[in-house]
T-cell receptor, first 117, second 109 residues
Framework: GAVVSQHPSRVICKSGTSVKIECRSLDFQATTMFWYRQFPKQSLMLMATSNEGSKATYEQGVEKDKFLINHASLTLSTLTVTSAHPEDSSFYIC?????????????FGPGTRLTVT | GNSVTQMEGPVTLSEEAFLTINCTYTATGYPSLFWYVQYPGEGLQLLLKATKADDKGSNKGFEATYRKETTSFHLEKGSVQVSDSAVYFCARSQGNLIFGKGTKLSVKP
């Protein structure tokens, strides 16, 4: 149980275009989902926390107008990178917290490799 | 502040060697502690966790004990395998997860 999927796993897009990444909890309901960014050989940086039915909370330094997050249901959150630039190229990972879980455990998706040319 | 510090890698070991990856944390109160593993090109997988002092998390031969007195959660394995080659992240949680910088482990046959 506790499987989180991401789609797509890899995407290449041109500068100026927008890309949407989906994060789904497959066998549980997630009231809270998290979006992370990972640069090569570095740790994960939390970008934002999204709660179902409400606006996402962005970490300091993350542009909310550039990284649009929508958490429309208890099993789906999307991250849209708008007007992408090469510096947005990165590995994006989502995680989800099971609403039934007592602990703070998060379940991670397999990640999406974004390359902006 | 609240942070996680883990030993810098890369760590290179021969198969069947003993592994220790140090991790210390700072936090207010008593956070939950985790070790995650990331295999090449993949997302993170939870390796083990401990939610209170003196708890020992264990999985796949890996162990870590929540030491409140030293604010540590060191990861150990008695005999590593080539398949253990990955990046290991220590993390603590009091609401949100805070990750260490990761330690790359390479195990040679």
């Amino acid at each position: 149980g506790a499987v989180v999927s991401q789609h797509p796993s890899r995407v290449i897009c041109k500068s100026g275009t927008s890309v949407k990444i989906e994060c789904r909890s497959l066998d549980f309901q997630a009231t809270t989902m998290f979006w992370y960014r990972q640069f090569p050989k570095q740790s994960l940086m939390l970008m934002a926390t999204s709660n179902e039915g409400s606006k996402a909370t962005y970490e300091q330094g993350v542009e909310k107008d550039k990284f649009l997050i929508n958490h429309a249901s208890l099993t789906l959150s999307t991250l849209t990178v708008t007007s992408a630039h090469p510096e947005d190229s990165s590995f994006y990972i989502c995680s989800a917290r099971d609403r039934r879980a007592a602990s703070y455990e998060q379940y991670f998706g397999p990640g999406t490799r974004l390359t902006v040319t | 502040g609240n942070s996680v510090t883990q030993m810098e890698g890369p760590v290179t070991l021969s198969e069947e060697a003993f592994l220790t990856i140090n991790c210390t944390y700072t936090a207010t109160g008593y956070p939950s502690l985790f070790w995650y593993v990331q295999y090449p090109g993949e997302g993170l997988q939870l390796l083990l966790k401990a939610t209170k002092a003196d708890d020992k998390g264990s999985n796949k031969g890996f162990e870590a004990t929540y030491r409140k007195e030293t604010t540590s959660f060191h990861l150990e394995k008695g005999s590593v395998q080539v398949s253990d080659s990955a990046v290991y992240f220590c993390a603590r949680s009091q609401g949100n997860l805070i990750f260490g910088k990761g330690t790359k482990l390479s195990v040679k046959p």
